[in-house]
């Protein structure tokens, strides 16, 4: 299990896909915290006079709706196209311990793309006034959210990888199945319905456990929900990997 999981980084890092996910995402929420005028965006740091990182956690995980099913496509699809598949399920390694391999694999990558951005609050952090006037817990907090956040649309990006033999179909299923698990659900649930009921489909999305974690709150619901959504979607992988033996 150790020697495919570093055999995925080594295949992340001998291309540019790993690199460049990295840097498409710094680029993207530098661009938008950084340079792009506050009139516009209204997310520039140096303009709207807030040491505050918020900003940031309502960019990212719009930029991880594209980037992660980009490192999840290849995962399973060009395994299955390539016919290395067969080869991979000979190996004295579970199912299971296949898809978790390659899961930590792609989470590394989400890891190191989100590493850099602690520059940008040791930045906000020496600009506040008076200095280190930033909202500590509520940003680690938020830290631990978009963890969550992309954890889980990894687990869904692998799931849709295992599903086909094209990347392009599995970076568009991931997409489709990311974009509905962090938004569709509160989209339903704005349709005039009872409010109990509207609140409940409202609590299937990513995006209700994401907003009260980004605000600080750590309530062990949430981690329950991500936690979940993420076994769900790794045992469902499990269970397309095994049914190639039916």
Same mark, same amino acid.
């Given at each position: 299990?150790?020697? /495919?999981?570093? !055999?995925?980084? #080594? $295949? &992340?890092?001998?291309? /540019? =896909?790993?690199?460049?996910? +990295?840097?498409?995402? /710094?680029?993207i929420t530098a661009m938008f915290l950084w340079v792009f005028p506050d009139e516009a965006t209204g997310t520039n740091i140096f303009e709207n006079g807030f040491a505050s990182l918020e900003h940031l956690f309502s960019?990212?995980?719009?930029?991880?709706?594209?980037?992660?099913?980009?490192?999840?496509?290849?995962?399973?699809?060009?395994?299955n196209k390539s016919g290395t598949m067969e080869l991979l399920l000979t190996k004295p390694l579970t199912e299971l311990q296949i898809v978790v391999?390659? &899961?930590?694999?792609?989470?590394?990558?989400?890891?190191?793309?989100?590493?850099? =951005?602690?520059?940008?609050?040791?930045t906000v952090y020496?600009?506040?006034?008076? !200095?280190?006037? +930033?909202? =500590?817990?509520? =940003?680690?907090?938020?830290?631990?959210?978009l963890f969550f956040l992309g954890a889980s649309f990894l687990a869904i990006g692998i799931f849709a990888s295992a599903l086909t033999d094209s990347q392009v179909i599995a970076f568009i299923l991931a997409l489709m199945m990311c974009y509905l698990f962090y938004n569709g659900f509160e989209y339903i649930a704005s349709f005039k319905i009872n409010g109990t009921l509207s609140l409940f489909i409202s609590s299937l999305g990513i995006n209700y456990?994401? &907003? $009260?974690? $980004? #605000?600080?709150?750590?309530?062990s619901r949430d981690g329950i929900y991500f936690l979940t959504i993420i076994t769900m979607f790794i045992f469902s992988t499990r269970l397309v990997l095994l049914s190639r033996k039916w």
């Amino acid at each position: 299990m150790k020697a /495919l999981f570093f !055999k995925e980084i #080594r $295949s &992340y890092l001998n291309s /540019l =896909t790993g690199f460049l996910v +990295i840097f498409v995402f /710094l680029l993207i929420t530098a661009m938008f915290l950084w340079v792009f005028p506050d009139e516009a965006t209204g997310t520039n740091i140096f303009e709207n006079g807030f040491a505050s990182l918020e900003h940031l956690f309502s960019i990212a995980p719009w930029v991880f709706l594209i980037l992660i099913p980009a490192i999840s496509m290849k995962l399973f699809s060009e395994e299955n196209k390539s016919g290395t598949m067969e080869l991979l399920l000979t190996k004295p390694l579970t199912e299971l311990q296949i898809v978790v391999a390659k &899961y930590l694999a792609g989470f590394a990558i989400i890891v190191f793309s989100l590493l850099p =951005t602690l520059i940008y609050y040791y930045t906000v952090y020496e600009l506040g006034f008076p !200095k280190g006037n +930033i909202d =500590t817990g509520g =940003t680690w907090g938020s830290y631990i959210g978009l963890f969550f956040l992309g954890a889980s649309f990894l687990a869904i990006g692998i799931f849709a990888s295992a599903l086909t033999d094209s990347q392009v179909i599995a970076f568009i299923l991931a997409l489709m199945m990311c974009y509905l698990f962090y938004n569709g659900f509160e989209y339903i649930a704005s349709f005039k319905i009872n409010g109990t009921l509207s609140l409940f489909i409202s609590s299937l999305g990513i995006n209700y456990h994401y &907003y $009260s974690m $980004s #605000r600080g709150v750590i309530d062990s619901r949430d981690g329950i929900y991500f936690l979940t959504i993420i076994t769900m979607f790794i045992f469902s992988t499990r269970l397309v990997l095994l049914s190639r033996k039916w």
